[in-house]
């Protein structure tokens, strides 16, 4: 006997409505925002990724985000709303900490977890007691915001566990068929996830690192930011990849070298096509011997092997990392290659990153 199988398949045509950034057509833009309020999904650019939006006070539209991601019902989502107003009343206690963040940060990259007021239904937080909270500062998304008049429940717009997304294209690549709408407004600029910091009881608590460091973070309410246990676990992890989850991923293994060249030369000679993400320019003898083809400036692809030359400063690095690493996964390379990234704070959240992306089981 044959067993038999019950296959799903929901399948919607997916639009991608092209914005201006800086002034977004008001027509796409209340269409966006009439879907939002109808239970339906809508990916949107911010600063740092793009979202996959829902209506934070529609459980049923909530859900169709971790349907449509394939993400697990225990990983809360963060809520973006237009204004610090909007914000302090989606919470039951705000802090002066928050006072000082919000005005120096918002909008911006950063996202406050605070006790969850009971108008939050609970799946936006998976069942916890708080809520993450952030005002973007992408015209796109702020305008979205503004015209929906409701709360944004949206985590980046990517399949569970797969890179996020910086263009419109990337959305697509991993959500066509599942979602109606797409806002199209252009590579977001910050590249890497916000800071999500919770304001606790017990001080400021660091719970993923991001464009927004802990330094700047201490200076702005003067009192230290604790590293949370989880995240200090992991970041120990980089010097040895262990336990660390898997995230943040390309589909090609990823691992970070210091010394990138003899791990890249075994790769080749058994047989992979590598991508190399360096900061420092490697010298043509190097790349003479790794590859019969001779390199040319910036980018080049010789053979097995394909090189992209990283930005030195951690803000255009950051930028770039994701769609540099969605670029590798398009063009097929079995293996990708990091050049370790400086030990400085202000790495921190592409150290992050990165290990999670190297994280194997
Ligand atoms: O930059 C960003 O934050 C992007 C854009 C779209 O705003 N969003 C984003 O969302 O990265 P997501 O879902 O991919 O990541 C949200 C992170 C997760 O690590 C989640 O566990 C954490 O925020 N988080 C959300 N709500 C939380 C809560 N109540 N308590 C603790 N962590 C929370
Ligand atoms: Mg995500």
Known sequence: MHPTYEIEVRLIDTRVSIVDRENPDPTVIAEAAGLLRSGELVAFPTETVYGLGADAFDPDAVSKIYE??????????????????????????????????????????????????????????????????????????????????????????????????????????????????????????????????????????????????????????????????????????????????????????????????PAIKRMIDAGDTVGWLAIDVPDQDMIASLTSASPEHGALSAGKLILVKMPVGVGEYSALLYARLHDLDRLGVTRIVVQQVPDSEEWLAVRDRLGRAAYRE
């Open 68 to 261: 449509a991601k394939g993400r697990p019902s225990t990983n809360p989502l963060i809520v973006h709303v237009a204004d610090a107003d909007a914000a302090r009343f989606l919470t039951s206690d705000w802090p002066i900490e928050a006072d000082l963040l919000a005005d120096r940060f918002w909008p911006g990259p950063l996202s406050l977890v605070l006790p969850r007021a009971d108008s939050v239904p609970g799946i936006v937080s998976a069942g916890k007691p708080t809520v993450a909270l952030r005002v973007p500062s992408h015209p796109v998304a702020l305008a979205l915001l503004r015209a929906a008049g409701v709360p944004v429940a949206a985590p980046s717009a990517n399949r569970s566990e797969q890179l996020s997304p910086t263009t419109a294209g990337h959305v697509l690549e991993g959500l066509d068929g599942l979602i109606p709408l797409i806002l199209d407004g252009g590579a977001t600029t910050g590249g890497i996830e916000s800071t999500v910091l919770a304001l606790t009881a017990n001080g400021a608590v660091l719970l993923r690192p991001g464009l927004i460091t802990p330094a700047e973070i201490e200076e702005c309410i003067g009192e230290k930011v604790t590293i949370s246990h989880h995240l200090a676990a992991r970041l120990e992890e980089l010097a040895s990849p262990g336990q660390m989850a898997r995230h943040y991923a390309p589909r090609a293994r990823l691992s970070i070298e210091q010394d990138p060249y």
